[in-house]
C-alpha cells in the first residue's frame, strides 16, 4: 500500500529501473534538459549516499545501482558518484571541485546560481541528503531535487525541513520494525521548494526479495531492508532524477544519420 498527501502515480510499471516507462523509452517531453549545460559545460551532478555502514561500492544496494545505471547512461554531461554516509564533507568538496573546474577555477556567484546538483540517500543517507543540501544553501548554491529513502536523522541532524535552496523534495518510507523513516519532510520556504510527497510503502503484505542483502538485516531491520530492495521504490526514485537529467541520446538513431 503506499499512501501520501498527494496521489501516489505510478512511476514504473515493474521489472528494474532503466527498463519500461521513465528510462530509455520515456518520452523527452517528460525529461527536462538545460540549455546552460550546453553553453558553459557545467554537468548536472547526482550524488548519492548509501545507509548504516555500506560501502559505495557495494552493488547489492539500490542506491549504488541507480548510480551503475546513469552512468552508463549519461558517460557525459552528468556527474554521478556515491558515498558511505560519513563521507558528506567530501562529496560537498566534490561538487565545489566539479563547479569550479567547469569555470576555470572561479565560482562566482553566477556560477553558482548555474549549477544543477541532485541528492539522494537511504536511511542514515538520507540525513546526510538534508545536511549537504543545507551547506549548499550556505554556499548559495541551487539543489534541484532532494530524495529520502526511509530517512534516519543522525544525532544533531534534523532530516525533516528541507532547506530554501532546494527546488522539489520527495521522501519516501516505512513505519514497521525497530528501525523506520522520517514520516514527513516540510519546506523551509514553501515559496521555494516544492514538496513532491510523503509517499508510505507498507511491507507487512508485500514482500520483495532481499536474498541478496545480509542476513542480519533482513532480521532485525526487515522492514527497513525490504524498502532499500524494493524495486518499486528505486524505480521512482530513479525516474524522478532522470527527469533533472538531459535527454539520453538515441544511439541508434546517430549512426543511422551516419553516412
Known amino acids: 500500500m503506499v499512501s501520501s498527501r498527494r496521489p501516489a502515480t505510478a512511476i514504473h510499471e515493474g521489472g528494474p529501473a532503466g527498463h519500461g516507462p521513465g528510462s530509455k523509452g520515456e518520452s523527452k517531453a ?3 534538459t538545460d540549455e546552460k549545460e550546453k553553453v558553459d559545460g557545467t ?3 547526482v550524488i548519492g549516499f548509501v545507509g548504516g555502514f555500506v560501502r559505495h561500492t557495494d552493488t547489492v544496494h539500490s542506491p549504488v545501482q541507480v548510480a551503475a545505471r546513469l552512468r552508463e ?4 554531461g552528468v556527474y554521478v558518484e556515491v558515498f558511505e554516509n560519513r563521507r558528506r564533507e567530501e562529496a560537498h568538496r566534490k561538487i565545489l571541485e566539479i563547479l569550479g573546474k567547469a569555470h ?3 565560482l562566482s556567484d553566477s556560477a553558482k546560481q548555474q549549477a544543477r546538483v541532485i541528492i539522494y540517500g537511504m536511511s542514515w543517507g538520507g540525513s546526510e541528503t538534508v545536511a549537504l543540501a543545507r551547506e549548499l544553501r550556505d554556499d548559495k548554491i541551487p539543489v534541484l531535487l532532494t530524495v529520502q529513502v526511509d530517512s534516519v536523522a543522525k544525532v544533531g541532524q534534523n532530516d525533516d525541513v528541507i532547506p530554501a535552496n532546494v527546488a522539489e523534495a520527495a521522501n519516501f518510507y516505512q513505519v514497521d520494525g525497530l528501525l523506520h523513516g522520517r514520516e514527513q519532510i516540510r519546506a523551509e520556504a514553501a515559496t521555494h521548494t516544492k514538496i513532491l510527497g510523503n509517499f508510505h510503502y507498507e511491507y507487512k503484505t508485500k514482500s520483495p526479495s532481499c536474498e541478496e542483502y ?3 538485516g533482513r532480521v532485525f531491520t526487515k522492514y527497513h531492508t525490504k524498502i532499500e530492495c524494493d524495486p518499486e521504490v528505486w524505480n521512482r526514485v530513479e525516474t524522478l532524477i532522470r527527469g533533472k537529467l538531459p535527454p539520453v541520446e538515441d544511439k541508434t538513431a546517430t549512426k543511422a ?3
Open 30 to 32: 517528460e525529461v527536462r
Open 214 to 216: 545480509p542476513w542480519y
Open 43 to 45: 554537468p548536472t551532478i
Open 73 to 76: 547512461e549519461y558517460p557525459s
Open 257 to 259: 544519420s551516419q553516412p
Open 104 to 106: 576555470n577555477g572561479k
